[in-house]
């Protein structure tokens, strides 16, 4: 059972544009949601995050935007540059209880054309 | 600090043969992760440790995958015997985060480089 559906597998996106990928969980006992982002050959590291009692953060370029009644949550990347071609993860986890390792959704492979 | 270090970075192996794969976490870290990432399935928990014991495995596939954590600066995930649907890159993650802590920035996951497995 995936618990965590992202979409799109892949996504192209001009220079300058606002790269969107879309994430939607089902456990409402999650409380945390991060972004994981991973360039070739490495691990994924932590990109932004953001817990359920807000309906927006914002870091830099990039924006989480949270709808807790629709159990969504979606990566907006402004002004996208070839430097954020990488595989994005969005992923899921709550507080307490024995099972609190990350969720991942299975990833957006974005390419940024110049 | 040099980050999470995971051993080896490749590792091609024979059909049957057993392969371990090993991890030293950030230090200071209290929770390590072991995740199993392929094109099909994406990034999946295998197993959670924390404070060197075993918190959550049941994303452990079957009994041929075992993993260990015997001090907190060392673990390992053993495949005996390995099968070519083994092939995959597995990480090891480490958090300073303590169980039932909420997760934060702070608390985050940090991810070592993967050991691609390759079985033949």
């Known amino acids: 059972q995936q618990q965590v559906k ?11 544009g606002i790269s969107i990928i879309n994430c939607a969980y089902e456990n409402t006992a999650f409380d945390y949601f991060p972004w994981y982002q991973q360039f070739p050959g490495k691990g994924p590291a ?15 370029r990039f924006t989480i935007s949270f709808n807790k009644s629709a159990k969504q949550f ?17 992923a899921a986890s709550m507080t307490g209880g024995g099972a609190d390792g990350l969720t991942f959704g299975k990833g957006t492979h974005l390419i940024i054309q110049p | ?31 390590l992760f072991w995740y199993r990432q392929t094109m099909m399935r994406g990034l999946e928990l295998l197993i959670y ?13 079957e009994d041929r995958f075992s993993a260990k954590m015997p001090n907190a ?13 083994d092939s995959a890159v597995y990480f090891c ?28």
């Not at chain 1, 932590?46 to 830099?60: C, Q, T, Y």
């Not at chain 2, 404070?51 to 596939?61: E, L, Q």
Request: proline share 8%; charged share 20%.
């Open chain 1, 6 to 16: 992202q979409s799109p597998q892949s996504l192209i996106v001009q220079k300058g």
């Open chain 1, 46 to 60: 932590l990109l932004i995050a953001i817990r359920p009692d807000v309906s927006e953060k914002k870091e830099g």
């Open chain 1, 74 to 90: 979606s990566l907006h990347i402004m002004d996208s540059q070839p430097g954020d071609s990488a595989t994005y993860f969005c």
């Open chain 2, 1 to 31: 600090d040099a980050g999470v270090i995971q051993s080896p970075r490749h590792e091609v192996t024979e059909m049957g043969q057993e392969v371990t794969l090993r991890c030293k976490p950030i230090s200071g870290h209290n929770s």
């Open chain 2, 49 to 61: 440790f924390n404070n060197n014991v075993p918190i959550d495995d049941s994303g452990m596939p």
């Open chain 2, 73 to 85: 600066s060392f673990s390992t995930l053993k495949i005996q015997p390995s099968e070519p649907r």
């Open chain 2, 93 to 120: 993650a480490s958090s300073p985060r303590t169980g039932g802590m909420g997760w934060d920035r702070g608390t985050e996951a940090f991810f070592g480089q993967g050991t691609r497995l390759t079985v033949v």
